[in-house]
């Protein structure tokens, strides 16, 4: 993709394209591991939410920021893995984090010149947005009347760790993420 | 690699997020129809990661343990104290049990009492929360040629802990008696009145349709029951407390927001089938 932008760079060796491989695979590969390690044994009180949460924030900002290194299929993946991970029914998270990705790719012109402001309270939306559906999902896939408290934890872990979230990403997407920098 | 022209290619971009969105709804209605694939997956996946876990969990759980013991040591005499108190009350008790124990091996010899049988049992450690948002249970990890089997019955040191529902190759997930799905048929130590245990996954279970005439009491002990064979009888559960609504729930005697070590007996009850699929179908009911 960067070797299309027209420029003067160095000779595409192989290290250099392995380089510019890992950069712009980083999103996809940082998000997978954050989700294993989200599900492992940490011992953290609301772990279950704190790992969908990662999943949203992640997907979210990288399709905001830096949509050629998340493709939609990639996030289909990313989706069935949280899914494994978070034992709910399959195919729900997989939804619910396409459809992130599509809102994000849809005002991504529009948000990407705000600050970081209009940014958070757009992910807050969607951090709602999804939980309900994720909530609402799972009732209708289990045959079950859920509590709401879960699903609320869930809203409200995901837009109180975006700030944060968004702070390691943003100088991931500046550095280690840039295949400008290779 | 075929070569499209570039509005060719923008219109495939553009209809790809639509694709996959409807197959997120084939792979939902996939998942529905046949959970044995998403059970599958899900267990070949949690094979794969069971021994990394088990890596990680050791130095986790000793973290938490420096974490425990350096909050101990402000409160080391107080703690001295009452557990000198409850020493001697416990010896109390154990003179109490000896006795009753020597009785009791003496009227089963003259009834002629056939004894239970001892059921095997092997040890797992647990590695992971395998709950998910909406529901409650953990990951076992378990070494190759484990020979564990769906329904069998875990117990951690103090008493019930749940059910085997996923068997994989290195790992096995034990779905908790506080989650929503489990219903475990129990009985009121002092009333002798049978009741259902139903897990909320909040941390208490709640006693419903316990017998016409028995009421459940606060602090009285609560034990499985042999109803429907799906557990043997007298397995510990726990302890009846009433809540602010005067809901009867049970305090249950395994630490389950901290389950170390689970114990898994095999009671042999094969005929028993996972929690998930236990209902008739309405087809099969006729017959």
Redesign the interface.
């Known amino acids: 993709m960067i070797e299309r932008t027209p420029g003067i760079r160095p000779r595409p060796s192989l290290g250099r394209r392995l380089d510019i491989a890992a950069r712009c695979s980083f999103p996809g590969a940082s998000t997978a591991l954050l989700l294993l390690l989200a599900a492992g044994p940490l011992g953290l009180p609301g772990q279950a939410q704190l790992q969908s949460a990662l999943a949203l924030g992640c997907v979210f900002f990288w399709s905001l920021f830096r949509p050629a290194s998340l493709p939609p299929a990639l996030v289909f993946l990313l989706g069935i893995l949280s899914d494994l991970l978070g034992y709910a029914p399959i195919g729900i998270g997989v939804l619910t984090l396409l459809i992130t990705h599509g809102l994000a790719m849809l005002w991504r012109r529009v948000l990407t010149r705000q600050g970081f402001m209009s940014v958070w309270l757009a992910f807050v939306a969607v951090a709602a947005g999804a939980a309900a559906l994720q909530w609402a999902l799972t009732a209708l896939l289990t045959f079950r009347q859920l509590p709401p408290g879960p699903a609320l934890f869930q809203a409200a872990l995901a837009a109180g760790l975006y700030p944060l979230l968004a702070v390691l990403l943003a100088r991931a997407h500046a550095t280690v993420a840039e295949p400008a920098r290779a | 690699m075929i070569r499209l022209s570039i509005p060719m290619r923008q219109a495939l971009a553009k209809l790809?997020?639509p694709v996959?969105?409807a197959?997120?709804?084939?792979?939902?209605?996939?998942?529905?129809a046949d959970t044995f694939i998403?059970e599958r997956?899900?267990m070949a996946?949690a094979d794969a990661?069971a021994p990394?876990?088990g890596l990680?969990?050791e130095p986790?759980?000793r973290l938490?343990d420096l974490a425990d013991s350096t909050g101990q040591v402000f409160s080391l005499a107080s703690e001295n104290t009452r557990l000198r108190e409850e020493n001697e009350q416990l010896r109390r008790w154990q003179a109490i049990a000896l006795a009753l124990d020597a009785e009791n091996t003496a009227l089963k010899a003259d009834l002629r009492w056939i004894p239970d049988p001892t059921p095997s049992f092997v040890t797992a450690r647990?590695?992971?929360?395998?709950?998910?948002?909406?529901?409650r249970?953990v990951l076992l990890s378990a070494g190759p040629d484990h020979g564990i089997t769906k329904g069998q019955i875990a117990l951690d040191d103090r008493g019930l802990v749940g059910r085997v529902t996923e068997v994989g190759a290195r790992s096995v997930r034990v779905l908790l008696l506080t989650d929503?799905n489990s219903r475990i048929p129990v009985i009121l130590e002092g009333s002798r009145g049978r009741a259902i245990l139903i897990g909320?996954?909040g941390a208490r279970p709640r006693l419903a349709y316990w017998t016409e005439g028995v009421q459940p009491v606060e602090g009285e002990r609560v034990v499985t029951s042999a109803e429907a064979n799906a557990f043997p009888a007298g397995l510990p559960v726990g302890v009846v407390h009433f809540n602010n609504q005067k809901v009867p729930e049970v305090e249950t005697a395994a630490r389950l927001d901290?389950l170390e070590i689970v114990r898994l007996f095999d009671y042999g009850m094969r005929d028993l089938l996972a929690p998930e699929t236990s209902v008739p179908r309405p087809g099969e009911r006729r017959r």
């Open positions: 790809t997020l996959l969105i197959a997120a709804f084939v792979l939902m209605l996939l998942g529905k998403a997956a899900r996946l990661l990394i876990y990680l969990a986790v759980a938490r647990v590695v992971a929360d395998a709950g998910g948002v909406y529901a249970a929503m909320t996954n901290r």
